[in-house]
């Protein structure tokens, strides 16, 4: 796909369309946009537009298809992957001015919210009705729902109540030529293929979302938290296997090894036992007598598997305290090291132990720091690398160790991402997981919604070329049977 520069005119056009207040060309103020929270990926856009309303976009997304100039869409910049980077001769299309909470739903039990919606700000209008929305990412307070559906969000809380994709009735998504979408229902199913789905998690690359109806839950009349002490992270990742095959789920069972708890207690004074190994975090929800009855059979299977302390928060405050740390654990790796890299994988429960192990060993191959924190009931994990850019040659050190712990993810039956996405960072690792067929499957569905492959060019989908030469396919010369698919 070739562009076309962009001009004056081109500029001016997007001007007259949305306001040129919402047109950002100033070089000083384009450097806002100039990468996501992968701050390591840095490209300058040539010009940003923020629309305020759906028909600004599709006016804009019309413009563009008739020039076939690129679009980068992006939402609060709280991603981790560089998806919402500026691409050469593209247009970065911001959605924080579209921001509005259009209803609240008690009855249906439903949120209906502009992309740039705050994802914390629905849970807080939602709370007069006694509801609240269930996936909570660490950046919650500042994420948007379009950005967390485009890269299908989770949360300390995704185990119970689900990603982002089981959270969502409906989007209303405009495609590259200016069409708008209304993709899934007010139900739980809908007739004809599941767009919807294909829709959450595909990064930009098919649409842009401007609209979403989202599913309430009811707050839960009772919430408890147990902390469990573990002298061993091996010992703290069977413990996570022993709660799930126990019969219990979690709202959200979360570990931190001791690296993580030094930090964090030291920055929000968590109260943390900060000599342990590994710490789980176990939260139980619903009926007083039935959190009563899992909490105690909880604390039986940790003490089985060898906890070395097991506490119980007293109340809602000390409850608070004990997530504060988990929440704050990326600000505070901040605050020891220059740079850190923060990884996205998923594994088998049953290997957590495994794995954990086989990074600590390839840390220190490396010499570079890890500090874990992870979702460990859904096997999520969240490796900090510890890194400094301003010494030649560490990040691409760091960036070489992320992509050694992604490949231990497929080795024991994972995946590369658990909720960050693929964006530029995994694009490598892409040609691991799956083979050419279904690669080439994937640039299909591209190129049905947008043939000229203008939706945030070259992020999430690998070439095979790519992949060949990253030399984990063997591309044969016409072995492509898709003429259409050349260019991806």
């Known amino acids: 796909m070739t562009s076309s520069p962009l001009t004056a005119n081109f500029i001016n056009q997007c ?5 040129s207040q919402n047109v950002i060309a100033d070089s000083e103020m384009l450097k806002v946009f100039e990468c996501d929270a992968l701050t390591a990926l840095k490209a300058l856009p040539q010009l940003v537009v923020l629309p305020e309303t759906v028909e600004q ?16 869409p992006r939402g609060a910049g709280t991603g981790l992957t560089g998806g919402a980077l500026a691409v050469n001769n593209g247009v970065v299309l911001g959605l924080s001015k579209m921001n509005k909470i259009l209803a609240i739903d008690p009855n249906n039990r439903t949120a209906q919210v502009q992309a740039g919606v705050r994802n914390l700000a629905v849970s807080e209008a939602a709370k007069a009705y006694g509801l609240y929305y269930a996936p909570d990412p660490s950046s919650q307070i500042a994420c948007s729902i379009g950005g967390n559906i485009a890269q299908n969000s989770g949360g300390v809380h995704c185990l119970k109540y689900g990603l982002t994709v089981h959270n969502v009735l409906q989007v209303k998504l405009i495609t590259i030529t200016g069409e708008l979408l209304t993709l899934g229902g007010g139900g739980l199913d809908a007739p004809g293929f599941d767009l919807l789905a294909v829709s959450i998690g595909s990064e930009g690359l098919l649409g842009i979302v401007v609209e979403a109806t989202l599913r309430l ?26 709660i799930i095959a126990g019969g219990l789920i979690p709202a959200g069972l979360e570990l931190m090894d001791n690296a993580a708890i030094r930090v964090t207690d030291d920055f929000v004074q968590a109260n943390y036992p900060i000599d342990a190994a590994a710490i789980l975090l176990c939260e139980l929800d619903g009926l007083p007598e039935q959190v009563a009855t899992d909490m105690a059979k909880a604390h039986v299977i940790f003490a089985a598997n060898g906890a070395s302390e097991i506490r119980t928060a007293k109340d809602s405050d000390e409850r608070k305290r004990f997530w504060a ?4 654990a990326f600000p505070a790796v901040g605050r020891i090291a220059a740079n850190y ?10 290997h957590l132990a495994k794995v954990l192990t086989q990074i600590n060993t390839l840390t220190n191959t490396m010499g570079l720091a890890v500090v874990n924190v992870f979702h460990a009931g859904d096997g999520n994990l969240h490796p900090l690398i510890l890194y400094d850019a301003r010494i030649p040659g560490d990040y691409e050190k760091a960036e070489q160790l992320g992509g ?3 490949e231990l993810c497929v080795e024991v039956g994972g995946t590369i991402t658990g909720e960050h996405g693929v964006g530029l960072e995994k694009l490598n690792q892409m040609c691991v997981q799956f083979s050419s067929a279904e690669i080439q499957q994937f640039q299909r569905l591209k190129a049905a919604f947008d043939e000229h492959d203008l939706l945030n060019p070259g992020k999430a989908i690998p070439s095979l070329h790519r992949c060949a030469e990253f030399g984990r396919m063997h591309i044969h010369q016409g072995q492509l049977p898709f003429p259409e698919l050349e260019r991806f």
């Open 404 to 406: 050694q712990i992604l």
């Open 325 to 328: 740390g988990r929440k704050a």
């Open 341 to 350: 890299y923060c990884m996205d994988g998923t594994i088998p429960r049953k």
């Open 57 to 72: 976009v599709q006016a804009i997304l019309k413009l563009c298809y008739s020039q076939r100039i690129p679009v980068v």
């Open 217 to 242: 839950l009811p707050i839960q009349p009772c919430t408890q938290v147990l902390l469990a002490a573990f002298d061993s992270i091996a010992k703290a990742g069977d413990a996570v296997a022993a």
């Open 15 to 19: 001007k007259t369309l949305i306001g």
